[in-house]
């Protein structure tokens, strides 16, 4: 069973509009991080978020953390294409042990 | 700076051969892993080490064998590939090895496929 369920599978949008990306959990998370991957490339980290409502910002990237650690949300504000690729998101339930969501595929029609 | 250092980036192999897909690291972090990625399935990990000498399974190790002899190379072998092992393999590493703090830096990927 997926520990972390990514949503949705896949996303296209026009270039300009908002979108989020959702994940979640059935159990309380230590860190929740959040990773895109290009096509054919590897994982790059977008950001890390360890406290119960914690919002942080990158550029255009949001992501927040429920207070009860179990739920993360990715916004994306005025899409570019160059947001195109797979976001995934990741999370140590136990220690040393990373778990992943099935990813989100991102696509934006300039 | 290196990073993460996955080879061969392509390999395909015949059914019941052995090979070793190699990753290094030159940022003196004591955790490593690999992962596997399979459409649908998200990634996968294999095995992870949280130091020089300290190997554990993790989700799938089955097939798999690790070393970690040195802090910088976390070497993954395949002792009789399996077509069910065609996947993209991904070495992370992170210098933290405590839970909540563990921002992985990712290596490019290696892509086998076994016929």
């Known amino acids: 069973s997926q520990e972390l369920e990514q949503s949705p599978q896949s996303l296209i949008v026009q270039e300009g509009k908002n979108l989020t990306i959702n994940c979640t959990s059935s159990k309380t998370l230590y860190g929740l991080y959040w990773y895109k991957q290009k096509y054919g490339e590897g994982l790059i980290f977008l950001m890390m978020l360890q406290k119960g409502g914690e919002e942080k910002s990158h550029e255009k990237i949001t992501a927040k953390l429920d207070e009860k650690k179990q739920q993360s949300s990715l916004h994306i504000t005025a899409s570019q294409p160059s947001h195109a690729g797979i976001y995934l998101c990741g999370a140590d339930i136990v220690a040393y042990k990373y778990i992943f969501g099935t990813g989100t595929r991102l696509k934006v029609l300039a | ?115």
């Not at chain 2, 993460?4 to 897909?21: N, R």
Request: charged residues 10%.
């Open chain 2, 1 to 115: 700076n290196a990073g993460v250092t996955q080879t061969p980036k392509f390999q395909v192999l015949k059914t019941g051969q052995s090979m070793t897909l190699q990753c290094a690291q030159d940022m003196n972090h004591e955790y490593m892993s690999w992962y596997r990625q399979d459409p649908g399935m998200g990634l996968r990990l294999i095995h992870y080490s949280v130091g020089a000498g300290i190997t554990d399974q993790g989700e799938v190790p089955n097939g798999y064998n690790v070393s970690r002899s040195t802090t910088e190379d976390f070497p993954l072998r395949l002792l009789s590939a399996a077509p069910s092992q065609t996947s993209v393999y991904f070495c992370a590493s992170s210098i933290s090895t405590g839970a909540g703090a563990n921002v992985l830096t990712f290596g490019a990927g290696s892509r086998l496929t076994v016929l």
